[in-house]
């Protein structure tokens, strides 16, 4: 899979990714923002594990934020079961030397349609933590609208802290 932005691509993992990969991911600021599932230190055996898994996945539901040389992050999502299988969450990082440009608002537009407009969903969401600004004007720009706080719902870092719910519906 290949999608063209203007400020990036979005495209499959590749096993030649993982050294990049995990220069990027390797990074105690990008990992205060993520599930504990994102390891840290983020080791070139972590990202080969990580690329294995996404390149498995069918439908993939992972993908590589990049540039026309490299990769520089990740963004995908988890389909839900059952009765919530219209919906699933989204999660988005990116290498610290490209924040601020526009790179993840233009890659999580597009990944919001290929998302809905592939599996059928009616719905998709995220839960930033209560102190991830930069996450919330994300979501607000590529046109998720906050629905509510779900108070001291995880703990990261040894501290209870609250998530955000945003959710994209169509
Ligand atoms: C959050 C993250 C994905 C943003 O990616 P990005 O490509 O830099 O985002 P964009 O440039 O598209 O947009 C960032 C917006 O946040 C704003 N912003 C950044 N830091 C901010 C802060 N401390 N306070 C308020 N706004 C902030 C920017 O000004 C910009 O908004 P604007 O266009 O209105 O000026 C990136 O910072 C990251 O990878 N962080 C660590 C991992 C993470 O938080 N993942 C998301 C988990 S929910």
Same mark, same amino acid.
């Given at each position: 899979?290949?999608?063209?932005?203007?400020?990036?691509?979005?495209?499959?993992?590749?096993?030649?990714?993982?050294?990049?990969?995990?220069?990027?991911?390797?990074?105690?600021?990008?990992?205060?923002?993520?599930?504990?599932?994102?390891?840290?230190?983020?080791?070139?055996?972590?990202?080969k594990?990580?690329?294995?898994?996404?390149?498995?996945?069918?439908?993939?539901?992972?993908?590589?934020?990049?540039?026309?040389?490299?990769? *520089?992050?990740?963004?995908? @999502?988890?389909?839900?079961?059952?009765?919530? #299988?219209?919906?699933?969450?989204? !999660? %988005?990082? $990116?290498g610290?030397?490209?924040?601020?440009?526009?790179?993840?608002?233009?890659?999580?537009?597009?990944?919001?349609?290929?998302?809905?407009?592939?599996?059928?969903?009616?719905? *998709?969401?995220?839960v930033? @933590?209560?102190?991830?600004?930069?996450?919330? #004007?994300v979501?607000?720009?590529? !046109? %998720?609208q $906050?629905?509510?706080?779900?108070?001291?719902?995880?703990?990261?870092?040894?501290?209870?802290?609250?998530?955000?719910?945003?959710?994209?519906?169509?």
């Open positions: 899979m290949i999608i063209e932005l203007e400020k990036c691509n979005i495209r499959s993992y590749q096993p030649s990714d993982a050294e990049t990969l995990s220069k990027y991911a390797n990074n105690r600021k990008i990992w205060l923002n993520l599930r504990d599932g994102f390891p840290h230190p983020y080791t070139t055996d972590d990202a594990n990580f690329i294995s898994m996404a390149m498995s996945k069918n439908p993939e539901t992972y993908f590589a934020i990049c540039t026309k040389t490299e990769v *520089i992050g990740g963004i995908g @999502y988890s389909l839900h079961t059952d009765i919530e #299988r219209i919906s699933a969450e989204i !999660g %988005y990082w $990116l610290e030397p490209f924040w601020g440009k526009g790179i993840v608002t233009d890659a999580m537009k597009a990944l919001t349609q290929y998302a809905v407009n592939t599996h059928g969903l009616y719905r *998709i969401y995220a930033p @933590y209560e102190t991830n600004k930069a996450s919330f #004007r979501l607000e720009k590529a !046109g %998720y $906050l629905e509510g706080r779900m108070r001291k719902s995880a703990i990261k870092d040894g501290k209870v802290i609250d998530q955000l719910l945003y959710a994209y519906v169509i």
